[in-house]
C-alpha cells in the first residue's frame, strides 16, 4: 500500500512540474513577443513611407497627404489612424475618411466626398457652397463645378458666419430638406422655376417662383406632404388660366391659396 501511495504523489509531482513548467514557457514566449513588439514599435523596420490617396473631383492628393505628414516615418505599430481621419474630416469637402495600415510601410486612405446640394447666401451677399447636412463647403466662385449656378438658392434672414468646413445653424440648416426634394423630378417637373428659397429667422420656409408666386411652408417638417399638396393647388390654378400670388401649405391638412 505505502508503494502504491508513493507513486500515486510521484505522479501527482510530476503532473505539477509539467503544468509549471508550461506557465513558465508560456511566461516567457509573452516576454519575447512582447520584447519583440516594442522592439518593432519603436523601429524603423514599419515606418510610413507611403500614403496611397485616391484621386477625388474636390480632396487633392497634396491635402491628403498633408493630412498623413504626421504619420511620415512612425512605425505602423504606433501610428494614430484615427488622429489622421480627423484632420481629414476636417477638411470642408470630406464627408467621412478611413485609414488603414498597409504593411510593411503605407497608409491606405479611402475618402467619401461631399457634393453640393444648395447655395446659401450670407448676410455680406457672399454665396456659399452646402452639403446637404448643412455643412459649409466652399465659397461658390471658388467650386471647380462649372454648374453649380443651377442649384437652389437659400437666402436666410439670420445672419452665419461664412467658412468653408463649418456649419450652417441649425434653424438654416433644417430648411436643406427643401432644396433635396425640390430637386425630386417628380416634383421639379411639376412646379414653377425656382428663384430662391428664403428662411425666416424662426426657420419658416417660403419657396419664390420666377415671377414672384410664394409656396409658403413654414416650418420644415412633413416636407413632402405639403409639396404633394402644393403641386395639386397649381395645377389646378394653371388649368384654369389663374396667376397664383401665393399658397400657404404650413398646415397642409388647411391649405390656403390667393390669386394674383
Known sequence: ???????????????????????????????????????????????????????????STEQVREAAAGASGVSLLRVSTRQVEQKLAALPYVRSAKV????PNALEVSVQEYHASARVQASDGSLWLVADDGKILSAAGDAAQSDTGKLPLVVPASSFAARAGSRLPTVIAQALGVTTLLGAADVSKSLPTVAKITVSAGGQVVVVFQGGAELRLGDPVELKDKLMVSIGIIEQYLRDGKQLLYADVSVPSRAVAKPK
Open 1 to 59: 500500500m505505502d508503494s502504491k501511495v508513493r507513486e500515486r504523489r510521484r505522479s501527482v509531482n510530476l503532473q505539477r512540474g509539467r503544468r509549471r513548467g508550461g506557465l513558465i514557457v508560456a511566461f516567457v514566449a509573452l516576454l519575447v513577443v512582447m520584447a519583440l513588439f516594442l522592439w518593432l514599435r519603436s523601429s524603423s523596420v514599419f515606418a510610413v513611407r507611403q500614403v496611397f490617396a485616391p484621386a477625388l473631383q474636390h480632396v
Open 100 to 103: 488603414y495600415r498597409h504593411f
